[in-house]
């Protein structure tokens, strides 16, 4: 049996919140295979974005554990971590993260720093990644000059740039409009295609039904979790 | 290149370009911060070099008595008591002595000190004048300029020769040669013979008002405070060679007057020594408190300008919470965001220090060229000036880069 590429055990995540407690995540347990492609869903405040953070090893649980590729992470300290999120997880942000006043291309060969390539590498490996999501003439532009559906190509360029194992998409069409979120979602299906294991939140349901598995969050927990039948595939 | 240097380098360059990009997005920001900075060290560096001046400028009015040497005078009557001053009369025949016995003395230059008035024409000048013997020429380094110095002969005879000082000079006869005319001092005419070389000024010091007269006529023609057997020296200069001890030269002079007028064991003796090393020492203990002082009063300023940098830097890492998050979520470790910071904090300093810097030496040249008092800015000082600027940004840029680094990649990628 393969090891699952993210597991949860036993997963809980509480916050005190006037004198009481509250249970972000109370005790999830699944696992996500290499090629899934997973769309989280549910109400603002169900714990899914609690729950992605935590696989993504941003956010800590209270108790439980989030393991990577088979490997246990609640013993890591913050420098393991950081590691790891740099060289086996990509994120996608609904708000795009870029930096201002810095190309695209220097944008996405951030990650790529912190992993100690040297610069001429970084270059080249950055100018493919943009090359590939089609911004190949759009290397040196900063952000303003870029539109939402452009920024967010660079945005996925940059998570891919170090190759990881595991695409993070925090509602990453959540600020664009219908159409270019048509055309980010094509492009998650033809990564995911093309080998690449997504987990994505979203709470609309057109864009949870490109991916492949539907899981459901509500008060913390897990109450549904079925492949998604009537899959949206979009022609290209 | 190892690859680990590398990297380092890598890193350290990107860290640079991340620096420079946030202060140029925040120029005028920048600029007043840097500004705090600027004048602290603007203060201290013309702190260290006004200190450094008076140094300069002090150990300059040592060295124009001469080279090496001792200086023998008695103790002053309100330190040691009248017996003592009476006994401790330091006479002729103690400086021949010390010439004779003690190895390593060049040359003697016993004298009488009064303050007189010089008349010639309608114009007079007050200076003091000094008897001496041929001996003081060659210990003190003073030269005739024109016409001639004291002789043994105008000694012997207690001639009514005077040699006179630039300053007095000019007082008295402006640019006329004067040699061969009669002035009067206090009352008694002496024919000048003999201009000395002119020795400048320090500290406000004028080396050039004085006149040299005879010992001999110095004793029988002026008043002095104490009065004076036939004998009597007020004060003694006693040249060294070089290369000779002045400590175990002073222990021997010492022991000699001991000696000679039976100071017991534990008694106090009549007379000081003095050398120009210890005058080298103590002058270089109080300049160099001076300095001290001088430089912890202007480091307050660079301590303001300090917090200011600290004030920003908090701004800074405020307002930039969520690209830590950022940062951290694509693989920043802490020390990656506590050196991107550190890094700016040091280069914002670095500048501000450079610019206090210019300031301090274009101040020093107008202070210079003003006050002819010397404010040297040497290499070491400009190199220290940027280098403790850096340290002062690491200093109060290290608890927001710290905090900075503390975030939790969540809760900073969460702030608006």
Known sequence: ?236 | MKPAFRKAASRAAFNLGIALTALRVNLMRSILTTLGVSIGVFAVVLAVAVGSGAQVSVMGAINSLGSNMAIVFPVPDDEGGGSVAERGRLTMRDAVAIERHIEGVTAIAPQLRANVQIVSGGRNAATEAIGVTPGYAQVTNAVAETGRFISEADVRAAARTIVLGRTVVTKLFGDYDPIGETVRVNKVPFTVVGILEAKGSNLGEDNDDLALVPISAARQRFTTDLPLGPDDLRILFVGIEDGVSLGKVKREISRLLRDRYRVRDGEGSPFIIRTTEEFMEETAMVTGIFQAVLVAIASISLLVGGIGIMNIMLVSVTERTREIGLRMALGAKRSDIRNQFLVEAAVLCMIGGAIGLLLAIAAAAVFQAQADFPVPIGVGTAIGAILFSAVVGLLFGGWPAIRASRLSPIEALRTE
Do not use: W
């Not at chain 1, 089609?134 to 940059?158: E, F, T, Y």
């Not at chain 1, 069409?173 to 979120?181: F, H, K």
């Not at chain 1, 995911?192 to 008060?219: K, P, Q, W, Y």
């Open chain 1, 1 to 236: 049996m393969t090891v699952p590429l993210v597991e949860t055990v036993s997963l809980v995540k509480e916050y005190a919140s006037g004198g009481g407690t509250v249970h972000a995540i109370a005790g999830v347990s699944l696992a996500i295979a290499r090629g899934e492609f997973v769309a989280i869903m549910g109400a603002s405040g169900s714990g899914k974005s609690t729950f992605m953070n935590m696989i993504g090893c941003l956010d800590v649980p209270s108790s439980g554990d989030v393991r990577i590729d088979g490997t246990a992470t609640s013993a890591m300290d913050s420098d393991a971590l950081a590691e790891l999120r740099n060289g086996k997880i990509g994120f996608v942000f609904q708000q795009f993260n870029l930096l201002p006043r810095t190309t695209a291309l220097d944008n996405v060969a951030v990650p790529l720093i912190y992993a100690g390539v040297g610069r001429a590498e970084r270059q080249e490996r950055a100018r493919a990644k943009l090359g590939a999501m089609g911004l190949g003439d759009r290397l040196d532009h900063s952000p303003a000059k870029l539109s939402g559906g452009q920024q967010q190509r660079v945005a996925i360029a940059r998570a891919l740039v170090t190759e990881p194992l595991i695409l993070l998409a925090d509602e990453p069409t959540g600020a664009l409009d219908s159409q270019t979120s048509e055309d980010i979602m094509q492009l998650f299906q033809s990564l995911n295609d093309a080998g690449n294991t997504i987990v994505l939140v979203t709470h609309e349901r057109e864009v949870a039904d490109h991916a492949s598995r539907r899981i459901m969050f509500r008060d913390g927990k897990v109450i549904e979790d079925t492949p998604v039948t009537s899959r949206r595939l979009v022609k290209p």
